[in-house]
């Protein structure tokens, strides 16, 4: 795949994996992209903290939890998961927003956040 058809991270370079284990993205395929069907835009990579999953769980989306049904093991602090760029600006807002991997996070991130925010929270 030629760099001009692949996805690019908030720096401008080629979008990295998020995680496999536990295995998110839109798509299930580990990388935060999406498509016009992916309304809450699942492009923020970001690192689970017991402060923001405890957020997230009161503000509606139960992360922690595991749910079989859907395959999802719930997640637990440490794992990388990718994260509704509108849900990351209510966490920051709050001042719990979770660490953020730049390099796994898309680009159309920064129609929602600005890169300066999340410098403030880049893991690496």
Do not use: I
């Not at 016009?36 to 405890?54: G, N």
């Not at 719990?96 to 410098?119: D, I, Y």
């Amino acid at each position: 795949m030629s760099t001009a058809t692949q996805p690019l991270n908030v720096l401008g370079t080629p979008l990295q994996t998020c995680s496999t284990e536990p295995m998110t993205g839109w798509f299930r395929d580990g990388c935060c992209r999406s498509d016009p069907d992916d309304r809450a835009l699942h492009l923020v990579c970001a690192l689970m903290s017991a402060e923001f999953l405890e957020f997230s769980k009161a503000a509606g989306n139960d992360l922690s939890t595991p749910r079989p049904e859907y395959a999802f093991p719930g997640l637990l602090p440490g794992d990388q998961w990718c994260l509704c760029a509108t849900r990351w600006r209510e966490a920051y807002a709050a001042g719990v927003a979770p660490q953020v991997v730049l390099e796994a996070t898309h680009l159309n991130t920064l129609g929602v956040v600005s890169l300066e925010q999340l410098r403030q929270y880049a893991v690496r």
